[in-house]
């Protein structure tokens, strides 16, 4: 026996005799053939005013300790008799010091009990205040913190908790089929990397995670840490978190309040956690999160791999956020892999949410996100760029899946001004909004706000329900769930390539002349290479623009203030359904004589012109000569011409003139004289504003 080993049994022994009943046997009797202390290790049994004290490598700079629990052998730290006499576990503690743990084999135990006091919290530390230290749970060994008759509130913000690289440390723990447990009613706490310490946390072989609090008020806080500083003054120093978790499930629960995940969490705190082929469950009754690159300063980045994940809240809110004031990155990949986003309230996933924000989040490979919530007054949304100086970026590829469902759906992409936010669908992903009430998909939803969504290779983006509707740089109208809101950001929804498809009962671009009062500003649409829109409706409203070469709408197209421009440069737009021009400008673009140098409208249904400005634009140095014809539209109806339509030439000089036949023929009559070699931006402002030096005009009937 060592001699730490003997002064440690000893002092048990003399102890013993002054503690109350309820906190003998704290320490072990030694020496016990399955606990083994070695080096500068020592167990101090509690007294009046502390609990149980275990160090290993701990009682001064530079020793070394360590301990070790096996064949079944269970060591209890219990409180002493003092309101804040709870029991601490130090593994390395002291400046250049190293303490080791190891708790191995079916049955072996270290077991922390907190004994409900009222003014500390019982604690495991590993790696502290410049030591080293480590500690191994394996092949059935478990590690325990327990505390579960805390009165509510009793730890107050510190909690039950077992901390991994703290206040200049360096520790790891590793969970080789093994099980570590935080259970507590005043918090319950697993910190990886706090306050200037490094930490690693290895979950392996069918090991289970749990931290659990079980206060049943919402004030209630369940979390797991991977980069932690809460260090206000002086300034936080330098936090390192990471966690590996593979073929294991961790579980954070909290009764009452908030659960959470949180990947680098404070400023200069660098957070890592990858999870593969395991299970990860957060539930909570108010508030259930999952939080990556949490604070501004802070760096986070979680991977799920084939794995199982659940954020749930039985009375409020659950959330997933990548980047809420730092840099956060979500990647959520493999056909195995579902994350399920559940609320009673509102269920979200957020990319980029405060200022300074950038957030990432793939989804990819066939993995599955769901978002659900249930009351009426709720939402399933997903925002990506959130509030001004955010910036967001989602991604939906190879396969994957993303659903909004619960009687509100909502996917926006750039929310509030200054806020910017980028959405991509494509290689098969596929985005479904499910509401019973609303579906909405909104690209800059207020001024000043910027979003931009491309669907490509085959991705989809569907919204069903009685009211399903894609507002581009578009006003939300009044009559949803959603407050109305007539001043509109700019937006972005291109389609592009065969089964690419964004699917919709109504499709607003800009803001409608019809709607008064609504501002925009700027929606564009681009439908082309085979993609397909389908509505009943797409509105073109002022400041919008729809266009495209190779793409088709499936719907009504209405121009109602903004620009319809087949092709942008010359190329052949597919409407299955009708058109009417109401107010706006028809642009037709004319590089050559020649098929595919100039815009075609193909239009299945009735084209309707009654008002607004149709413009020819000759481009690329091309100019008309004397008797030349050109055919804008196909199809099995001419187009019905109103007399107040306004025609406009641009790209030629003053003095040409033209004529349209019954079916919307254009026949030059003189020969033009091309004003530009270049093509022009394809920019609805810049045309319009082209329309201030045409050439003189002339109609003829037909």
Not at 674 to 702: D, H, I
Request: net charge negative; with cysteine.
């Amino acid at each position: 026996m060592s001699r730490s080993q003997w002064l440690c049994a000893a002092s048990a022994l003399a102890l013993a005799a002054t503690l109350p009943p309820a906190v003998q046997a704290a320490c072990p009797t030694l020496p016990d053939p399955n606990i083994t202390f070695s080096g500068d290790t020592v167990c101090v049994p509690a007294t009046g005013t502390s609990g149980d004290l275990l160090n290993a490598g701990a009682s001064a700079p530079a020793a070394a300790g360590s301990v070790s629990i096996t064949g079944g052998a269970t060591v209890t730290l219990q409180p002493g008799a003092g309101a804040a006499a709870t029991p601490i576990v130090q593994i390395g503690r002291e400046p250049g010091s190293v303490g080791g743990l190891t708790v191995s084999g079916a049955g072996s135990a270290l077991e922390v009990n907190g004994g409900g006091k009222t003014g500390n919290a019982a604690q495991v530390r590993i790696g502290v205040a410049g030591g080293t230290g480590s500690a191994t749970i394996a092949s059935g060994g478990a590690l325990r913190v327990l505390d579960p008759t805390a009165p509510t509130g009793s730890a107050g913000p510190a909690g039950d908790s077992i901390s991994v690289g703290l206040v200049g440390g360096t520790g790891s723990l590793t969970v080789n089929s093994g099980t570590v447990t935080v259970d507590s009613g005043s918090g319950a706490f697993l910190r990886v990397g706090d306050r200037g310490g490094t930490g690693t946390l290895t979950v392996s072989n069918g090991s289970t995670i749990t931290v659990r609090d079980r206060d049943p008020a919402t004030t209630g806080d369940a979390n797991v840490s991977i980069g932690r500083d809460l260090v206000a003054s002086p300034a936080p120093t330098a936090t390192t978190g990471t966690a590996t978790i593979s073929g294991s499930t961790v579980s954070i629960q909290s009764d009452g309040g908030f659960a959470g995940l949180l990947v680098g969490r404070e400023a200069n705190t660098t957070g890592t956690a990858s999870v593969s082929g395991s299970t990860l469950s957060i539930t909570a009754g108010r508030e259930a999160g999952l939080q990556v690159g949490r604070d501004t300063g802070a760096t986070g980045t979680l991977t799920l791999s084939n794995s199982t994940a659940s954020v749930q809240s039985s009375l409020g809110d659950a959330y997933v956020v990548a980047g809420r004031g730092g840099t956060g990155a979500i990647t959520v990949q493999g056909a195995a892999t579902s994350l399920q986003i559940g609320a009673a309230q509102f269920a979200d996933i957020i990319v980029g949410r405060n200022a300074g924000s950038n957030g990432t989040m793939v989804i990819r490979d066939g993995a599955a996100v769901t978002v659900t919530h249930s009351t009426a007054s709720g939402f399933a949304t997903g925002t990506v760029g959130r509030l001004a100086g955010s910036t967001g970026t989602l991604s939906v590829r190879s396969g994957a899946t993303l659903d909004l469902t619960g009687p509100n759906a909502v996917l926006q992409a750039g929310r509030e001004a200054g806020s910017f936010g980028s959405i991509l669908v494509d290689s098969g992903g596929v985005v479904a909004l499910s509401g019973t009430t609303e579906s909405t998909l909104m690209l800059g939803r207020l001024a000043g706000a910027s979003g931009n969504l491309a669907v490509a290779s085959g991705g989809q983006v569907t919204l069903s329900g009685p009211l399903a509707r894609v507002l581009v740089g578009a006003p939300i109208e009044a009559g949803g769930t959603l407050a109305q809101n007539l001043a509109a950001g700019a937006g972005t929804l291109t389609i592009s390539g065969a089964g690419s498809l964004v699917s919709a009962d109504r499709v607003i671009v800009g803001a409608p002349v019809s709607l008064a009062g609504s501002t925009s500003d700027g929606g564009t649409v681009i439908v082309s290479n085979g993609g397909t829109l389908q509505a009943a409706e797409v509105r073109i409203g002022t400041s919008g623009l729809v266009g495209g070469s190779g793409g088709t709408i499936i719907g009504s197209v209405i121009l109602d203030g903004g620009t319809l421009a087949p092709g942008l440069s010359p190329g052949t737009l597919n409407i299955v359904g009708d058109l009417t021009v109401l107010d706006g400008v028809l642009k037709i673009e004319i590089g050559g004589t020649g098929a595919g140098q100039y815009d075609v409208l193909n239009v299945s249904g009735t084209t309707m012109i009654a008002g607004g400005t149709v413009l020819f634009e000759f481009i690329d140095g091309f100019a008309p000569t004397a008797g030349q014809t050109f055919d804008f539209f196909s199809g099995p109806n001419a187009p019905i011409i109103a007399d107040d339509v306004t025609f406009a030439v641009g790209g030629l000089q003053a003095g040409f003139q033209f004529d349209l036949g019954p079916s919307f023929t254009f026949v030059a009559l003189n020969d033009g004289v091309s004003t530009t070699a270049v093509p022009e931006p394809a920019s609805a402002a810049l045309l319009l504003a082209g329309l201030l030096g045409l050439a003189a005009l002339r109609r003829r009937a037909a």
